[in-house]
């Protein structure tokens, strides 16, 4: 299917049509992909006002391809956003039904929620404007979800226009007070079913979680949108994404963040 061919619309009901259905959603030869990146989100923002027309409510925003592991996982070359949304976020401890075909990676990612608003006139925003407007840092494990097969394949343009690849979002309590916790160099350990941790720091993020997210602030400022007091912000994976299984469990540890924990049905 040559996607230049339909309407923003149309290609929204085509990528919530086969989230809902559970059914695989072929990725087209690179001619027939949505032409841009401005095009693949025009495509995410139909997706989204059909997700908030059956009654999920935006939470806040989360930001993919952050780093150069998670890049490289894509084929990508940049970073993209998309949307939290309550239906798909858990506290943790969490559980999910194994959803094969749609759960792909699992990332643990520092998460902040914002006091207050950042709108487009105070653009351009850096990492010191984005940690002087939060209150709490938020250790999380995003589940990267989708329906495009094969989704390692689909490049920039689907996978942004598909909400940015987002499943789930699993998240511990907020620490307003972080003093014990360097947003850049505290380590943070992935492990499932306690094998082998897979390591990550804050700066394995571009610019730090603080600098992910003045990407993403300044990158709404030039669509006219902007992060709220109270949006959590999802920065991006600090450590290479890691496949969780049926049965399996994957637990992050944040140190003085906190732990976040998923299960994986069998």
């Known amino acids: 299917m040559d996607w230049n061919t339909l309407s923003a619309e149309d290609a929204a009901r085509l990528i919530l049509d086969h989230r809902e259905r559970g059914a695989p959603l072929p990725v087209p030869p690179p001619a027939e992909r949505p032409a841009g990146i401005a095009q693949a989100y025009a495509i995410q923002e139909a997706l989204q006002a059909l997700i908030e027309a059956r009654g999920a409510r ?40 194994a959803l094969p075909g749609f759960f792909r990676v699992f990332e643990p990612e520092i998460g902040l929620r914002i006091a207050r608003d950042l709108p487009p006139t105070g653009a351009p925003y850096d990492a010191a404007a984005i940690a002087a407007a939060t209150d709490a840092l938020v250790p999380a494990i995003e589940i990267v979800g989708s329906r495009l097969e094969p989704w390692t394949e689909a490049g920039a343009a689907l996978v942004t226009a598909d909400n940015a690849s987002h499943g789930c979002w699993v998240h511990g309590t907020p620490v ?40 993403l602030a300044n990158a709404l400022a030039a669509k006219g949108r902007y992060l709220r007091a109270g949006d959590f912000v999802s920065t991006g994976t600090v450590a290479p994404p890691v496949a969780v299984g049926a049965g399996q469990t994957a637990r992050a540890d944040f140190g003085a963040l906190g732990v976040v924990e998923v299960r994986i049905g069998a």
């Open 58 to 97: 935006p939470i806040g925003w989360k930001i993919g391809c952050t780093n150069a592991a998670a890049r490289a996982h894509l084929g990508l070359d940049g970073p993209f956003y998309g949307r939290l949304y309550d239906a798909v976020t858990e506290p943790s401890p969490a559980d999910f039904p």
């Open 176 to 215: 307003t007070d972080w003093t014990a916790f360097d947003p850049m160099d505290s380590p943070i350990a992935l492990q499932v079913d306690g094998g082998e941790p897979v390591m990550g720091r804050g700066r394995n993020v571009d610019d730090g979680p603080f600098g992910a997210a003045a990407w």
